[in-house]
């Protein structure tokens, strides 16, 4: 009985202390995580600096992926993440040529095709980004059937859509795994409907502080102010269009400051903020049939 009371002592003595030392290296541990997100986040090398993924915005992790994508031929990106051929801006388009037109029972119907190489957890992804958008207004984004224009969305290189409307086949690109937040999809889907980035508002300078010095030189462009209809509506902090705080940082500095208030968060990627959905709302008239 003594021998075994000594035993005992000599294995609580050594099996505690370690219990109660910190982790020395914690890589196991940081990678097991890495997994759980990475269907979430996309791919992540080793090589690569982790940053908190958990304070990532929407338009953190495009610029992210879309950092690796080469433009297809005869296209360019403006913003990171707006395809063109030229600039234009559904809330700023003569005659609402832009916009996708309003059917008589007042709701505004997207007709869209998706991709099959998607499998179900992406197309559950992508289509709850669209039911963020619809919920809260008159759009309703609905499987084509004969639609001449719709949007087809596909698993290309990067997250990227056009600007509004832009008639027949339009691609909106949401590369899986990289793209599969739901606030992606629903970002995404705010171009498709008209919308630049909330920090491209012709009034941002009000609001928010550009840091030139930390911008990548050969990336100031994406931070130019649009001509934009603001539809009387504040500037929205939470936008899920808006950029982080890092967006294009060239040594890690923040390029976006808030003010009156430089603490207050900008952009998010939960989906549209209350104040996203208003403007959808007041650009497409819901709640008034034509």
Known sequence: MASMTVLLGILLGVLIPVDMLPVQNSTGVHEGKLRLKRKYSGE?????????????????????????????????????????????????????????????????????????????????????????????????????????SF????????????????????????????????GIAAHEFMHALGFVHEQSRSDRDHYVTIVWKNIMPAQMHNFRKQETNNLNSPYDYSSVMHYGRYAFSEDGGPTIIPKPDPYIPIGQRDGPSALDLHKINVLYNCGVNE
């Not at 969305?153 to 795994?177: A, M, N, V």
């Open 151 to 182: 949007l087809d969305i596909q698993p290309r290189y990067g997250c990227w859509s056009f600007l509004g409307q832009t008639g027949g086949s339009q691609t909106l690109s949401l590369q899986t795994p990289g793209c599969m937040w739901s």
């Open 44 to 148: 992540i090398y080793e090589e690569d600096e982790i940053t908190d993924r958990d304070q990532m915005t929407a338009m953190d992790q495009i610029l992210e992926v879309n950092s690796r994508l080469r433009a297809p031929r005869g296209l360019s990106f403006r913003e990171g993440d707006i395809a063109y051929s030229y600039v234009r801006s559904a809330i700023n388009c003569p005659g609402s040529a832009c916009l996708w037109p309003k059917s008589i029972d007042g709701f505004v119907y997207v007709p869209y095709i998706v991709s099959p190489l998607y499998d179900d957890m992406d197309r559950i992804t992508i289509e709850t980004g669209m039911q963020e958008i619809s919920s809260g207004t008159c759009i309703k984004f609905v499987p084509r059937t004969h639609e001449a």
